[in-house]
């Protein structure tokens, strides 16, 4: 199966060449790379043609936008401008962040997964971060999701749920929309891909803001998004969180944003959750 890989970038020339590095020493080689270098000040464009003068496979989309990285937009207007450059003649399509260092085996697995059955839509590994010199799982989501950072689609999976959304939440809409069509997601434990920036770093209010607004955009309600802001802010050890959510939840309301979904996916997004969450809930209540 042929695979492309669009990695989008802001100033990442102390990670970018590890991760190209990890691509380039693949068991089966992507058929493309395209790096989409966004408005970099620093050397990150220097650092991929050095690369590209060495591996004809990958090359370089320069694009302008806005400095402030506000989640979810920036990047997948990045990937997008990536995406344009690229034929048809792909199976996989993968978005990859710009900091990660990919096991040698990792996409032969990811291909090896797609192949056992045609209506696996989307697979993934997890990321880990470094702790006092130890790599632990980058527990931020249930082992269900796959990361942002390291999505990789059926060409058909793709197209039906209409692309990637520059919008914050837009990892998770895409999950959400392949259950809708019902195609099955995949994350595969072994697979441990070494995140070498931890998520949301340099997250400011506004951008804590924009997960309450997503929320709200896919559909979510009230309940739904209450529960889900108080369990991102566990998670993220940082319980004070769930009021901006909550804040940016209910400034969305009011404005009366536009959803991310229609009604119909919306409606079913809810029951979806809804499901998930009495799973858990019955799980719990027979393991104690």
């Known amino acids: 199966m042929n695979y492309y890989v669009i990695i989008p970038t802001y100033n990442e020339e102390k990670y970018i060449s590890l991760t190209l590095q990890s691509l380039v020493e693949q068991t089966i080689l992507p058929s493309k790379i395209v790096v989409v ?10 650092i ?5 003068s060495k591996y004809p496979f990958i090359s370089l989309v320069n694009k302008n936008s806005d ?16 995406y344009d450059t690229l034929d048809e003649h792909y199976d996989l399509i993968a978005k990859l962040d710009a ?7 990792y996409f032969e697995t990811i291909i090896n997964h797609f192949k056992s059955d045609e209506r696996i839509g989307m697979v993934g590994g997890f990321c880990y971060i470094e702790k006092n010199g130890t790599w632990i799982l980058e527990n931020l989501t249930g082992k269900d ?6 999505k990789t689609y059926r060409k058909k999976t793709f197209k039906e749920i209409g692309g990637l959304k520059a919008e914050m939440g837009w990892d998770t809409v895409d999950e959400l929309l ?3 069509y019902n195609w099955k997601i995949v994350t595969d434990q072994n697979l441990h891909v070494k995140h070498l920036k931890p998520t949301g770093a340099k997250y400011n209010q506004a951008a804590r803001f924009k997960q309450g607004e997503a929320f709200y955009r896919l559909g979510y309600g009230f309940w739904i998004t209450a529960i889900a802001s108080m369990k991102l802010a566990l998670m993220k050890k940082k319980p004070m969180l769930f009021w901006d959510y909550m804040r940016g939840f209910w400034k969305a309301k009011k404005a009366k944003k536009t959803l991310l979904v229609t009604e119909a996916q919306a409606k079913f997004i809810r029951r979806y959750r809804w499901n998930k969450m009495k799973e858990k809930l019955f799980l719990m209540v027979i393991f104690y």
């Open 37 to 46: 270098n966004d408005n970099s000040t620093d050397a990150t464009e220097a």
């Open 48 to 52: 991929v043609h050095s690369f590209i």
């Open 67 to 82: 400095a402030i990285h506000l989640p979810g937009s920036k990047v997948i207007q990045a990937f997008k401008k990536g």
């Open 99 to 105: 900091d990660l260092i990919f096991p040698s085996h």
């Open 145 to 150: 999701h796959i990361r942002g950072a390291l």
């Open 178 to 180: 392949c259950k809708f």
